[in-house]
């Protein structure tokens, strides 16, 4: 065989393996392409009840009404709040869900099905099913305060009108597209981080005693150590788009129970 007929065997020859040669003519290595890192990991879910959990980083942001349109003195000063790592519920309880730990079903929608969320619950009624699924899982859930709320809604943070955006309709159901009614936890879009119904479908007890915002810089606020009312978030099936903006609050009576009050657990970041 000529010499110039050998090269081209030789060339041809090595189409297919050239491409996966992993050692240049240098003889180093060549470094693997390394996947991109996801935004967040996958979470967890709870096995006693089935809740499931996105995990969200922590970090620093804007608290309170940054888009300056709400002037209610309860949604001010804009106040930089910062949390530490935690995971929040990817979705609203559901009714099948608090029918697991709580042998029953309160909710005035209840023909919209186990995963519709539970709604008619005081904060009282969901701190006594957060007990009964801490000792069935051996587990510390808890609601999340306000400011991790307010964070994960935010999507990390962000300043977003509504959770995940700044058009209610993609991401909520509330009063223009509702129908007078909860619906199915999830059907809407989710937000940055992946966690549905943050905006609108029923409002959210959080942790914290109800109290008007602070200056400055917070770590890890927790709201008052007493008071009167607890905090609401996110508006409801029967809000406007105006009330079911991030940064609305609202407030009640611990005791009190109505057909648009519901809640989401919350998580150390690891379990």
Known sequence: MS?????????????????????????KPVAEKQPAPAATSHGFTDPTAGVEFVPVPGGCFQMGATFGDISDRDKSPVHEA???DFSIGKYEVTQGQWRRIMGSNPS?????GDD??????????VREFIGKLNRQSAKNYRLPTEAEW???????GKKEKYCGGDNADPVAWY????????????????????????????WEWVQDWYKRYES?????PAGPSSGDNRVLRGGSWDNSAWIVRAALRFNYKPDR?????GFRLASPAVQ
């Open 108 to 112: 005035h929608f209840s023909s919209c």
């Open 116 to 125: 519709c969320p539970v709604e008619k619950v005081s904060w009282n009624d």
């Open 82 to 84: 910062c949390v530490s």
């Open 175 to 202: 009063e223009g597209n509702s129908g007078s009614k909860t619906h199915r936890v999830g059907t809407r879009q989710p937000n940055g981080l992946g966690i549905y119904d943050m905006t609108g479908n029923v």
């Open 150 to 156: 307010e964070y994960a809604c935010r999507s990390g």
């Open 3 to 27: 010499q110039l007929l050998l090269i081209i065997v030789l060339s041809l020859s090595c189409v297919t393996p050239c491409f996966a040669q992993t050692e240049p003519l240098s003889g």
């Open 257 to 261: 129970r109505y057909n648009n009050h």
């Open 216 to 220: 400055g810089r917070q770590e890890n």
